[in-house]
């Protein structure tokens, strides 16, 4: 089971990283106007964001598909996804009505059926389980 959970995760979270940054390129003008929207970034910031970002999940995605950084983009991962609920919750509270802009402008309607921040927790868990997977096995075998 554990060795299903630790492919599993990583390969899921790769998936939606490759969509989510190709999508982006795909996309750069709606992309920029989604992080606009959440008013954290001054204008030149935006665009700097809009074009690094898809770039970095590309990035990201290849690391965890290759098991010699699987466990090193997981904890990338993990980083990156706490910055995007961060990033969420504090739009949500100055009551912005922000797409994220993630899955491109017409995203694939199952993710944009789940909220924000439950998607963005339930990733965490899947980039904290990949990033834990290989050292929970480790201390399983010492007992």
């Not at 950084?69 to 995007?84: H, V």
Request: hydrophobic share 60%; aromatic share 8%; net charge positive.
């Amino acid at each position: 089971m554990r060795a299903a959970v630790r492919l599993v995760a990583p390969v899921i979270l790769a998936a939606i990283f490759a969509y989510s940054g190709w999508v982006k390129l795909a996309h750069p003008a709606d992309f920029a106007a989604a992080v606009a929207a959440y008013r954290l970034l001054p204008p030149a910031g935006i665009g700097l964001v809009a074009v690094a970002l898809p770039v970095f999940e590309l990035l990201l995605a290849a690391t965890l598909v290759v098991p010699q950084w699987r466990q090193e983009g997981a904890g990338i991962a993990l980083a990156l996804l706490f910055l995007f609920f961060t990033a969420t919750a504090a739009a949500q509270a100055r009551h912005l009505n922000v797409d994220c802009g993630c899955f491109g402008p017409d995203p694939w309607r199952p993710l944009r059926a789940v909220p924000p921040l439950i998607r963005d927790g339930a990733l965490m868990a899947a980039a904290a389980i990949a990033r834990l997977a290989p050292n929970l096995d480790r201390g399983a075998r010492r007992r």
